[in-house]
């Protein structure tokens, strides 16, 4: 159900994995994915069942419509009755108010500041990341008075550097943008390292306060991968202040 779990100051951040929910095969368990063709009265349950462990009320968990993008939004409500936004990043200084973002190998970045009072999830993946989706997010919050230095910034699981394997000319396109994703497989071809180029812009930016999951979805058989299973679930991570 919960894989990781953490606070920090008031701040709580979570990462879900496959286990604990109703989902048949081959979204096995816990799919919180809207939007990959698991029955939605399964995800609504799975989403209740998430929340519920984790003291939240499901329908104060606000998610995005997630496009690859470098785009980040101001959230005080959940959407109600409204579309949900096409965003890769929501932000909010609306304490008790959950963010959620989905993954199944992009990378899920959380992050807040407790002293401003002021989190963020945002979802990247490799287009996100050079479109600069991090650093939007870290915008958006220091707009409601956030500061970079008091960030806590912690990343979920995802396809590591040595899984992702990529073409050459591709890794030569990521890497122009950022070096530190410049990876190779544990097979001897090109790949991305997502992660740390996450982690390269963040600390850019000033947020020292940094910690990644070692968990690798692909290799992991307890969490979902696209890039191993194409059709499955989604991973969720959560952040909110109390
Ligand atoms: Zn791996």
């Known amino acids: 159900m919960i894989g990781r779990r953490e606070s920090v100051s008031g701040a709580h951040f979570a990462f879900t994995d496959r286990w604990g929910g109703v989902s048949a095969a081959p ?6 994915g809207g939007a990959v063709g698991d029955d939605p009265g399964a995800v609504r349950a799975n989403r209740e069942l998430a929340a519920e462990s984790l003291g939240l009320d499901p329908a104060r968990v606000v998610w995005m419509n997630q496009v690859h993008g470098a785009d980040a939004v101001v959230v005080d409500e959940p959407w ?15 304490r008790g108010l959950a963010l959620a973002v989905l993954t199944a190998d992009c990378v899920p970045v959380l992050l807040a500041d407790p002293v401003a009072g002021v989190v963020a999830a945002a979802h990247a993946g490799r287009p996100g990341m050079i479109a600069g989706i991090v650093p939007a997010a870290v915008r958006a919050m ?18 590591c550097g040595r899984c992702y394997e990529v073409p050459e000319a591709m890794r030569d396109e990521v890497a122009a943008v950022e070096p530190a994703a410049h990876a190779g497989t544990s097979w001897g071809t090109p790949a991305v390292d997502v992660g740390a180029g996450v982690h390269a812009q963040l600390e850019r930016l000033g947020v020292r306060d940094r910690e990644q999951s070692s968990v690798c979805t692909l290799e992991s058989a307890d969490h979902f991968s696209y890039r191993r299973d194409r059709t499955t679930g989604r991973l969720a991570g959560y952040v909110w202040l109390d």
């Open 142 to 159: 220091t707009g409601l008075g956030a500061d970079p230095a008091r960030i806590v910034a912690r990343t979920g699981p995802a396809v």
């Open 80 to 94: 109600g009755g409204n579309p949900v936004p096409e965003v890769d990043a929501i932000v909010t200084a609306r």
């Open 27 to 32: 979204y096995e368990e816990l799919n919180l």
